[in-house]
Each structure stands twice: as structure tokens, then as C-alpha cells.
């Protein structure tokens, strides 16, 4: 396909004159369906001169020093994120899309909290590859722009785009690094993009398709296919029971799909005993509320409310794809919250795996349920730290938005390493309280040793957190409420809008961080 289309396109008579073999596509001989992304810098007002990047530079003088000329003559410097592109200028490729970097080593910016080059490059890089994508060219080559693993990162989140269940599909693209340097760096911004994409991809699943048995086979087949090192378990409803995980079962029970407690194993330190670091991921895979159900407007949203272990288990596929030498579990508890004649009904009251009873005061709270029993699991592993993530609260979306990741945390040590990653993802963290004010709220039931919802509205992000914290052992744990980064309208510009993946590459980074510091943590 991709060799017959590229001859019937061509007007070239280098590309017919030179047949190629159905395995090897004509794309390396053919420059007809090929597009290329080069970054430009900005530069000051009084500086006339056009900055190209290193593979830039090398591309003006294959062609004479004409890029340079185009660019200058064809309108004003290009602003950051901005594209423009030219045609013809080189057997090779088709169209040239020149894409604006913004200032050149702008550094990590205190203000922001993250790597403005980073930044910058995966936005210029996502818009550019975008265009090529419209131009439906199969191939696109990509300038690494001095940071290849940021450029790769731009290319694969930029261009993704959820089609599963439509007919009419974007053209398939294939992203290309340009040039021979920086192959392995590339090569690893590759598989950190798709493994957020990965996560997206399940976020965006309808809840008719992703269920928990669906989205326990999913992650269980990648991971074996990556990794002879791993363990799936798919744990039914009989273990869940067995375990007297009572809470867990409760919000399932509302629901007639069978839950499923997904627990993987990634054994990739050379000692087997080293302590692993517990991952558990909220997996409402639909969540209506339940009979406090949720207003209609928006609710298919909440096919998303899996995030927490979509991209936790998606970061432990990536890492198992890096190799990355340090042990990992995943646990994730999948079911549904539904209303029906066996669902939680507000003051009810569930005695947790963990012995302490809870009142259930809003069923709509059911997050904080089921990860009740998944966070005291986790401490039967031994756990050198436990990090959850779950779109927790409507409250941390108020609080702070989708700008960052609100992490709750008894840990310095852990919330330096996730602030760490962060800022080099540009995927970011803000630090929340775990005051005692917040448990004060949760403690305090008429029913119950905890109530699952706060006594008063206030702090809603906080309480649930301080609710978490009573099943919590652990000296090292950090809480990631991802309610508020769940989605993306426009705020991140290389992502298109839909569910996002947010934080898989930060949590990826964290591993590899981990994974080289066995001391602090
Ligand atoms: C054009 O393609 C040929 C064949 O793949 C390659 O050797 C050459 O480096 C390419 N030139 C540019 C400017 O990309
Ligand atoms: C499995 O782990 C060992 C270290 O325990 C490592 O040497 C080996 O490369 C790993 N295998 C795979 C397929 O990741
Ligand atoms: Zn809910």
C-alpha cells in the first residue's frame, strides 16, 4: 500500500525510476509523500538574522542557503508554536514546515515550574507534525531540535487522535527521526509518549467497551507481550470476597458488570527481593454517581474516572519497556458505580478490608471506597513507597485546574522526586495539605469510624485525601488527585482536545528517578 500510493502520487520520475520491493517503502527514495519539521529560534528585534536549529542550519546549506532566505523574506520572525511552510525546496520532501521554538536555552523557568525548552519544543513539534498530517503525508521526519526525546514526545502526543469506533480514520502517519544523532534519546521519547497515549486511549474508551474485564486484559497482553519479568494477575470477585475487601464490593455491587482487582508484578531489579514500589490506580471504569447520582450534562465524561489506574498501569508498561531495573506492582481496583436495587445507599455503613467501618453519606464518594481496600492491600507487599492516583475529587479540578497534579503526600522525600520528574515531563505537581484538620472531618460520623464524605463542603480535594490517610501506613505515600488533568480542552497545546494520559510520563520519570536513588526512598 504505502509504495503503490507513493508511486501513483508521484510526478517525479526518480521515484518510478527506481521500483521498490512491497517490504521496503519507497519513502527512503521518494520524496513525494514526505514531510519534514524543522524548529527555528526567536530572535530580538534588532537581530535580523534567522536562527535555525543544528539540523536546520545542516538543511539550509544542502539547499544553498535558501531556507534562510524563504523564511526572512515570507513574513515576519515566527512566534513560538507557530508554523509556516514551503514547498519543493528539496527532492526529499515534498513540503518543509518551519515551526517557531521560542527563545533558545530559556532553561528551566522558576515561575512555571518546568523546562520551558522541553515545553517548547513538543509544541512546535506537535503543530508541525499536525500540519503534515493534514497534508495526509504517510511519513513526516522530525528535527530533534537539540532534545530529541522532548521532539519525539511533541510527535506522538501531537498527532494522536482517538478513531476507534469511527469509519473515516486520519491517514495513518509514520514520525521519523531526521538525522542520525540522538537516535537512543528519540527512540525513548517514543515509548514515553506512547505510553501516555496508551492511558488516553482507555480513558477515551466507552464504558461499553472498556469494562474492568476488558481493561484488565488489555494491560495484562501488553505487558507479557513486553516483558518475560511480569506477573498479571486478574483477580475476580471470589478473591475480592476472600479478601473481604467489603468496601471495594460495595460500590461494585451496584452494577451487574463483575468487578475485577487488577495486580501486575514487574520485576525488573536484579535483586528480587529489593522492596517494590506499590502503585494503586482508582478504576471506576463509569462512574454515575451511583444514588447520589451526578447531574446528566457532561456525565459521559465519566467513562474517564479509570484515570488513576489507566495511567498508572500504563506507566508500568512503559517502564517495563524501558527496562528500567527496579521492582513494581500495580493494583488497581476496576468496577462500575451504578445505581440499582444493590447499590450503596447514602448511610449505609461497610466495614473495610483494613477492620475500620465507614459510613457511606454520599455514594457519589465512591473513589475513596475502593481504594480504601487497595491502599491497606498494598502494604502486605513489603512497599519501599505507595503512590495512588485517581480522579478523586470535583474539588481539585476547582482548585487548581488542569494546570497541575495536586499530590498529597507524608513523604519530602517522595514529593521531591515527583516535583523532580515534573518539571522535566512538563506534565506538572502541586503539593497539597494533609493537615489533621481535614481527618478531623472524616472522623467525626454519627454511624461509623469515618464518614466518606467531609462533615462541611470546604476542601473537598483535602477531606478525601484525610480519608485515604486512615488506611495508610506507610512512611513513604503520596496521594495524586488527577480529577483536575482528566481531560484536555485546549490548556496543553500538544495534546488534542479528549481525555489526556495526564501524569504517565511524570510517573515514568519518577520510576527512573527511583529506580537510580535507592537511598532517600
Ligand atoms: C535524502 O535522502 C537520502 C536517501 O535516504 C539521504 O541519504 C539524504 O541524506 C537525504 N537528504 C536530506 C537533506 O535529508
Ligand atoms: C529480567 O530481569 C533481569 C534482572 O533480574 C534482567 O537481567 C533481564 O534483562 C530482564 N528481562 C527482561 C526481558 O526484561
Ligand atoms: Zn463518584
Same mark, same amino acid.
Given at each position: 500500500?504505502?509504495?503503490?500510493?507513493?508511486?501513483?502520487?508521484?510526478?517525479?520520475?526518480?521515484?518510478?525510476?527506481?521500483?521498490?520491493?512491497?517490504?521496503?517503502?519507497?519513502?527512503?527514495?521518494?520524496?513525494?509523500?514526505?514531510?519534514?519539521?524543522?524548529?527555528?529560534?526567536?530572535?530580538?528585534?534588532?537581530?535580523?538574522?534567522?536562527?535555525?536549529?543544528?539540523?536546520?542550519?545542516?538543511?539550509?546549506?544542502?539547499?544553498?542557503?535558501?531556507?534562510?532566505?524563504?523564511?526572512?523574506?515570507?513574513?515576519?520572525?515566527?512566534?513560538?508554536?507557530?508554523?509556516?511552510?514551503?514547498?519543493?525546496?528539496?527532492?526529499?520532501?515534498?513540503?518543509?514546515?518551519?515551526?517557531?521554538?521560542?527563545?533558545?536555552?530559556?532553561?528551566?523557568?522558576?515561575?512555571?515550574?518546568?523546562?520551558?525548552?522541553?515545553?517548547?519544543?513538543?509544541?512546535?513539534?506537535?503543530?508541525?507534525?499536525?500540519?503534515?498530517?493534514?497534508?495526509?503525508?504517510?511519513?513526516?521526519?522530525?528535527?530533534?531540535?537539540?532534545?530529541?526525546?522532548?521532539?519525539?514526545?511533541?510527535?506522538?502526543?501531537?498527532?494522536?487522535?482517538?478513531?476507534?469506533?469511527?469509519?473515516?480514520?486520519?491517514?495513518?502517519?509514520?514520525?521519523?527521526?531526521?538525522?542520525?544523532?540522538?537516535?537512543?534519546?528519540?527512540?525513548?521519547?517514543?515509548?514515553?509518549?506512547?505510553g501516555q497515549?496508551?492511558a488516553r486511549?482507555l480513558m477515551e474508551?466507552?464504558?461499553?467497551?472498556?469494562?474492568?474485564?476488558?481493561?484488565?486484559?488489555?494491560?495484562?497482553?501488553?505487558?507479557?507481550?513486553?516483558?518475560?519479568?511480569?506477573?498479571?494477575?486478574?483477580?475476580?470477585?471470589?478473591?475480592?470476597?476472600?479478601?473481604?475487601?467489603?468496601?471495594?464490593?460495595?460500590?461494585?455491587?451496584?452494577?451487574?458488570?463483575?468487578?475485577?482487582?487488577?495486580?501486575?508484578?514487574?520485576?525488573?531489579?536484579?535483586?528480587?527481593?529489593?522492596?517494590?514500589?506499590?502503585f494503586v490506580g482508582k478504576g471506576i471504569?463509569?462512574d454515575?454517581?451511583?444514588?447520589?447520582?451526578?447531574?446528566?450534562?457532561?456525565?459521559?465524561a465519566m467513562r474517564a474516572d479509570m484515570g488513576g489506574a489507566a495511567t498508572i498501569s500504563s506507566a508500568?508498561?512503559?517502564?517495563?519497556?524501558?527496562?528500567?531495573?527496579?521492582?513494581?506492582?500495580?493494583?488497581a481496583?476496576?468496577?462500575?458505580?451504578?445505581?440499582?436495587?444493590?447499590?450503596?445507599?447514602?448511610?449505609?455503613?461497610?466495614?473495610?478490608?483494613?477492620?475500620?467501618?465507614?459510613?457511606?453519606?454520599?455514594?457519589?464518594?465512591?473513589g475513596r471506597?475502593v481504594l480504601?481496600?487497595?491502599?491497606?492491600?498494598?502494604?502486605?507487599?513489603?512497599?519501599?513507597? =505507595?503512590v495512588d492516583a485517581a480522579t478523586l475529587t470535583g474539588a481539585m479540578d476547582i482548585a487548581l485546574g488542569s494546570a497541575a497534579t495536586g499530590v498529597f503526600t507524608?513523604?519530602?522525600?517522595?514529593?521531591?522526586?515527583l516535583?523532580?520528574a515534573s518539571?522535566?515531563t512538563?506534565d506538572r505537581v502541586w503539593r497539597m495539605?494533609?493537615?489533621?484538620?481535614?481527618?478531623?472531618?472524616?472522623?467525626?460520623?454519627?454511624?461509623?469510624?469515618?464518614?466518606?464524605?467531609?462533615?462541611?463542603?470546604?476542601?473537598g480535594a483535602?477531606?478525601a485525601a484525610?480519608?485515604l490517610?486512615?488506611?495508610?501506613?506507610?512512611?513513604?505515600?503520596a496521594h495524586l488527585d488527577i480529577a483536575g488533568v482528566m481531560e484536555n480542552?485546549?490548556e496543553v497545546?500538544?495534546l488534542?482536545?479528549g481525555m489526556a494520559g495526564r501524569p504517565t510520563r511524570t510517573l515514568v520519570?519518577f =520510576?527512573?528517578?527511583?529506580?537510580?536513588?535507592?537511598?532517600?526512598?
Amino acid at each position: 500500500m504505502q509504495w503503490a500510493s507513493c508511486v501513483f502520487l508521484s510526478l517525479l520520475p526518480f521515484c518510478s525510476a527506481f521500483p521498490t520491493e512491497a517490504d521496503e517503502p519507497c519513502a527512503s527514495t521518494c520524496g513525494t509523500d514526505k514531510g519534514l519539521v524543522l524548529g527555528v529560534y526567536a530572535t530580538e528585534k534588532e537581530e535580523k538574522a534567522v536562527q535555525l536549529t543544528k539540523a536546520g542550519d545542516a538543511f539550509d546549506q544542502v539547499v544553498s542557503g535558501k531556507l534562510k532566505e524563504l523564511l526572512s523574506i515570507s513574513g515576519p520572525p515566527l512566534k513560538k508554536g507557530k508554523t509556516r511552510i514551503f514547498h519543493a525546496l528539496h527532492q526529499n520532501f515534498s513540503s518543509v514546515v518551519i515551526v517557531g521554538l521560542g527563545k533558545k536555552g530559556a532553561g528551566v523557568n522558576e515561575q512555571e515550574n518546568w523546562n520551558e525548552d522541553k515545553e517548547n519544543i513538543r509544541a512546535a513539534i506537535a503543530a508541525g507534525c499536525r500540519q503534515v498530517q493534514d497534508l495526509e503525508f504517510p511519513y513526516v521526519e522530525v528535527d530533534p531540535c537539540g532534545d530529541p526525546q522532548a521532539a519525539a514526545e511533541g510527535a506522538i502526543l501531537g498527532l494522536y487522535e482517538y478513531d476507534e469506533f469511527k469509519q473515516k480514520k486520519k491517514p495513518a502517519i509514520e514520525v521519523q527521526l531526521h538525522g542520525s544523532e540522538g537516535a537512543e534519546a528519540w527512540q525513548k521519547g517514543l515509548i514515553y509518549a506512547e505510553g501516555q497515549n496508551l492511558a488516553r486511549i482507555l480513558m477515551e474508551g466507552p464504558a461499553n467497551h472498556v469494562t474492568p474485564t476488558r481493561f484488565a486484559a488489555v494491560i495484562g497482553e501488553k505487558l507479557k507481550s513486553i516483558s518475560s519479568n511480569v506477573t498479571v494477575h486478574i483477580r475476580d470477585q471470589a478473591w475480592i470476597e476472600a479478601q473481604e475487601m467489603r468496601s471495594f464490593l460495595s460500590v461494585a455491587k451496584g452494577s451487574e458488570e463483575p468487578p475485577v482487582f487488577l495486580e501486575i508484578h514487574y520485576q525488573g531489579s536484579s535483586d528480587t527481593k529489593e522492596p517494590p514500589l506499590v502503585f494503586v490506580g482508582k478504576g471506576i471504569t463509569f462512574d454515575s454517581g451511583g444514588i447520589s447520582i451526578k447531574p446528566s450534562s457532561n456525565m459521559d465524561a465519566m467513562r474517564a474516572d479509570m484515570g488513576g489506574a489507566a495511567t498508572i498501569s500504563s506507566a508500568i508498561v512503559t517502564a517495563a519497556r524501558l527496562k528500567v531495573p527496579i521492582n513494581l506492582i500495580g493494583l488497581a481496583p476496576l468496577c462500575e458505580n451504578l445505581p440499582s436495587g444493590k447499590a450503596n445507599k447514602p448511610g449505609d455503613v461497610v466495614r473495610a478490608k483494613s477492620g475500620k467501618t465507614i459510613q457511606i453519606d454520599n455514594t457519589d464518594a465512591e473513589g475513596r471506597l475502593v481504594l480504601a481496600d487497595a491502599l491497606y492491600y498494598a502494604h502486605s507487599f513489603n512497599p519501599r513507597a =505507595i503512590v495512588d492516583a485517581a480522579t478523586l475529587t470535583g474539588a481539585m479540578d476547582i482548585a487548581l485546574g488542569s494546570a497541575a497534579t495536586g499530590v498529597f503526600t507524608n513523604s519530602k522525600q517522595l514529593w521531591d522526586q515527583l516535583y523532580e520528574a515534573s518539571i522535566v515531563t512538563g506534565d506538572r505537581v502541586w503539593r497539597m495539605p494533609l493537615y489533621e484538620h481535614y481527618t478531623k472531618q472524616v472522623t467525626d460520623a454519627p454511624l461509623a469510624d469515618l464518614n466518606n464524605i467531609g462533615k462541611y463542603r470546604s476542601g473537598g480535594a483535602c477531606t478525601a485525601a484525610a480519608f485515604l490517610k486512615e488506611f495508610v501506613t506507610a512512611p513513604h505515600w503520596a496521594h495524586l488527585d488527577i480529577a483536575g488533568v482528566m481531560e484536555n480542552k485546549d490548556e496543553v497545546p500538544y495534546l488534542r482536545k479528549g481525555m489526556a494520559g495526564r501524569p504517565t510520563r511524570t510517573l515514568v520519570e519518577f =520510576i527512573t528517578r527511583l529506580s537510580q536513588d535507592k537511598k532517600s526512598v
